[in-house]
T-cell receptor, first 114, second 112 residues
């Protein structure tokens, strides 16, 4: 099992540019989550999908953020336009079913917006 | 759990000693709990989980204890090794929900 795969590992961009983060969940997992991690706020849930359908996006900071899951093996998180305060590590995670199964995390994308 | 600011609580432990990491959770409706280990530059890695119908669960060198009365969770690491140095997070899942809420984390430093 390859685990959750995220790309790129690092992204440096200028303020105002569009950023797209990518995720491939573990095969067979029905749920996919996007988290953001910063020193100030720790791990924050942005959005999660069940069977490719967005279920809860209440954690998405604002309209500049959007996420899609066109199929069971791929998801994107897009920031347009990016701002310096978006700098963080973004994690994708997947789980097999709701409730009593652990999330499995990718190794994250470190985003720096200058 | 709540996020912390700039400073993580730190536990310094001598190699070979046992470590105990504590976590207070906030939601009495939570029924599933997980401990994660995060090393620098990596994502959180699953260590062990426990459901609310249990008080204790053991894994390889790790034990999780759950006290629902006081909403307290702990992770015990036996014979701590240098490779155990990392940040450890507890997470709670509310019954019938899908969201994991993470605590702020504890940094464990293992001294040789």
């Amino acid at each position: 099992d390859a685990g959750v795969i995220q790309s790129p590992r690092h992204e440096v961009t200028e303020m105002g540019q569009e950023v797209t983060l990518r995720c491939k969940p573990i095969s067979g997992h029905d749920y996919l989550f996007w988290y953001r991690q910063t020193m100030m706020r720790g791990l924050e849930l942005l959005i999660y999908f069940n069977n490719n359908v967005p279920i809860d996006d209440s954690g998405m900071p604002e309209d500049r953020f959007s996420a899609k899951m066109p199929n069971a093996s791929f998801s994107t998180l897009k920031i347009q336009p990016s701002e310096p305060r978006d700098s963080a590590v973004y994690f994708c995670a997947s789980r097999r079913w709701q409730g009593g199964s652990p999330l499995h995390f990718g190794n994250g994308t470190r985003l720096t917006v200058t | 759990g709540e996020s912390v600011g700039l400073h993580l609580p730190t536990l310094s432990v001598q190699e070979g000693d046992n470590s105990i990491i504590n976590c207070a959770y906030s939601n009495s409706a939570s029924d599933y709990f997980i401990w994660y280990k995060q090393e620098s530059g990596k994502g959180p890695q699953f260590i062990i989980d426990i459901r609310s119908n249990m008080d204790k669960r053991q894994g390889q060198r790790v034990t999780v204890l759950l006290n629902k009365t006081v909403k307290h969770l702990s992770l015990q690491i036996a014979a701590t090794q240098p490779g155990d140095s990392a940040v450890y997070f507890c997470a709670e899942n509310r019954a019938a929900g899908n969201k994991l809420t993470f605590g702020g984390g504890t940094r464990v430093l293992v001294k040789p």
